[in-house]
């Protein structure tokens, strides 16, 4: 029988270097022979990448929270049935940019919803697929941002207010601090080439993989 693979979600607020990371990460896993699939939320199959459109573009009070929250887990729901679970059992390495902890950071604990009212609606969608590690990418929030408007690609979300990030950037943490073995913190700060020898080291310890090199 084939061994599953794993999951590897990069979560963080804007600009943190998210896709770069996702990127050079599985350069360094499709080396040390493993079979990866990058993807990312919303999006990732046809179906979500539709729904990545709604709820992506327009002005920032579109939808209502709630509204928005179940745009987000119809895209999830997709791109788990038609893409994650079965390159898992294929035993593929999924690395996916934002997962289930990017809802319950901007719906919930930043958003109005609350982290309870997300919970719930996961657990009774996704309750059995749960992120192998998560690698949260932290900088302070005006780092973020700067780089974001030096790239130029805004969204719905970065028309929000400093302090909408701000509770991001925490929100991101504090379920880090809940969850310290699933999740890992990464200075996002620093060059794009250190971060990633970072994660590395972190990929190596975390999931013992000796094999995995540095160099890109
Ligand atoms: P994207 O351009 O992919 O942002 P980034 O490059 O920062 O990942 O746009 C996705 C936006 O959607 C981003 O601002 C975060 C937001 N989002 C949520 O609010 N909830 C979610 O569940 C997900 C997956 C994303």
Redesign the pocket.
């Known amino acids: 029988m084939t061994e599953r693979g794993r999951l590897i979600t990069l979560e ?5 270097g ?2 770069t990371q996702i990127q050079h990460l599985a350069k360094a896993l499709a080396a040390a022979g493993i079979d990866v699939v990058t993807t ?4 990732g199959t046809p179906g979500a990448e539709a729904i990545r459109s709604l ?2 573009e327009g002005t920032a009070d579109r939808w209502s929270p709630l509204t ?1 929250t179940l745009l ?1 887990l119809a895209a ?1 729901q997709d791109h788990v049935e038609r893409l994650i679970e079965p390159a898992l059992a294929d035993g593929r390495w999924v690395l996916c ?4 902890d ?2 319950r950071v ?2 919930g604990l930043a ?1 109005t919803l609350g982290l309870g009212v997300i919970d719930q609606l996961h657990h009774v969608v996704f309750d059995h697929i749960t992120p192998d590690l998560t690698l949260l990418l932290d900088l302070p929030v005006d780092l973020g941002l700067a780089r ?1 408007n030096a790239a130029g ?1 805004g ?4 028309q929000k207010v400093t302090s909408f990030h701000q509770a991001v950037r925490e929100g991101f943490l504090e379920l880090a601090r809940e969850e310290p073995d699933r999740f890992a913190v990464i200075d996002a700060a620093p060059a794009p080439d250190s971060v990633a020898a970072t994660i590395i080291d972190v990929i190596r310890k975390r999931l013992a993989l000796p094999s995995v090199s540095r160099a890109s």
């Open positions: 963080g607020g804007e600009g943190a998210k896709s990312r939320e919303p999006g709820v992506t928005e987000f999830r940019d934002r997962f289930i990017s809802t901007y719906q958003g974001r690609d969204n719905r979300f970065e």
